[in-house]
């Protein structure tokens, strides 16, 4: 959002009729609440090829674009939790802009040497121009990953963990589970994962190893054609329609995705009595 100052002849060309309109608009954004802080720059910036690019959703709405740092060992060693994101310079972009890391840590996975997204293809993002790369094209990245991803050791006494993601949200929770999150069986897992379509849910084919993991997937279309029988509508709704927070001080959450889910997952549980200390996000 660009601010300028108005000229100071302005108050003279408007009926005071939409000088109040004006008054009260300002007074409501100055009133809605700040949005989520990007995360910090890091001080040093490196290149690394692509190593691959391929759709992620029949429809092509979501790309897998995966980068090899195999000579990058300081930038792979800086994945530390699932969550962080790595910063990207595009020629497209002005500013940089932060992806969430889909593939897990280094040091909790067997798969070294890459990193892994889940990519937005919208027209007229700068996000959308790395679905256009290529094997072996460099891309400028951040010399290390940035935020400190999902701080689970908050909810590490939870004997039950809601999961919630929305769109290209689940990304960082694909690196949540795929680094052992929910193997514990101790603990119940439910994932909460929405989207418009089967066509825009990513992460399908990783159902059956998520499952084995202990997770139980809960998919939830907000579109589904009428041969779907499972959950319809939004995640919010659909949690609303199943929810059973018996003990709030034993369980957690984990939100990830669209604005409206996050505020209206996170008043949900606070009515039912969760601490918010205990509802994370990567934010």
């Known amino acids: 959002m660009l601010l300028r100052s108005p000229p100071r002849s302005l108050p003279h060309l408007l009926s005071p009729h939409l000088l109040r309109a004006?008054?009260?608009?300002?007074?409501?954004?100055?009133?809605?609440?700040?949005?989520?802080?990007?995360?910090?720059?890091?001080?040093?910036?490196?290149?690394?090829?692509?190593?691959?690019?391929?759709?992620?959703?029949?429809?092509?709405?979501?790309?897998?674009?995966?980068?090899?740092?195999?000579?990058?060992?300081?930038?792979?060693?800086?994945?530390?939790?699932?969550?962080?994101?790595?910063?990207?310079?595009?020629?497209?972009?002005?500013?940089a802009i932060f992806l969430a890391i889909s593939s897990p840590p280094p040091a909790s996975s067997s798969a070294r040497g890459s990193f892994e997204f889940l990519v937005k293809r919208l027209p007229g993002t700068p996000s959308a121009s790395l679905c256009d790369l290529r094997p072996g094209d460099l891309v400028r990245v951040?010399?290390?990953?940035?935020?400190?991803?999902?701080?689970?050791?908050?909810?590490?006494?939870?004997?039950?963990?809601?999961?919630?993601?929305?769109?290209?949200?689940?990304?960082?929770?694909?690196?949540?589970?795929?680094?052992?999150?929910?193997?514990?069986?101790?603990?119940?897992?439910?994932?909460?994962y929405g989207a418009r379509n089967l066509q825009r849910m990513a992460y399908q084919?990783?159902?059956s190893d998520w499952k084995s993991r202990g997770i139980k997937i809960i998919p939830v279309l907000s579109r589904p054609d009428d041969q779907w029988t499972g959950q319809r509508g939004y995640v919010q709704n659909a949690f609303s329609r199943t929810k059973k927070v018996v003990n709030p001080s034993s369980m957690g959450a984990i939100l990830c995705g669209h604005k409206q889910m996050t505020e209206d997952i996170t008043r949900a549980l606070v009515a039912d009595g969760m601490s918010k200390e205990k509802i994370l996000t990567n934010i």
Do not use: M
Not at 142 to 166: H, N, P, W, Y
């Open 142 to 192: 951040g010399g290390s990953v940035v935020g400190r991803g999902f701080e689970v050791a908050r909810i590490g006494g939870a004997r039950e963990v809601l999961v919630f993601a929305t769109g290209s949200g689940i990304s960082p929770i694909r690196s949540l589970i795929e680094s052992g999150f929910g193997e514990n069986e101790k603990v119940d897992v439910s994932l909460f």
């Open 205 to 207: 084919e990783r159902f």
């Open 22 to 95: 004006l008054s009260n608009a300002a007074a409501a954004a100055l009133a809605s609440p700040t949005p989520p802080p990007t995360p910090p720059l890091p001080a040093e910036w490196t290149e690394a090829p692509v190593s691959a690019v391929r759709a992620a959703t029949s429809d092509a709405s979501l790309f897998h674009v995966s980068l090899d740092l195999s000579s990058h060992g300081p930038l792979l060693a800086s994945h530390v939790a699932a969550g962080q994101f790595l910063p990207f310079r595009l020629p497209s972009a002005p500013y």
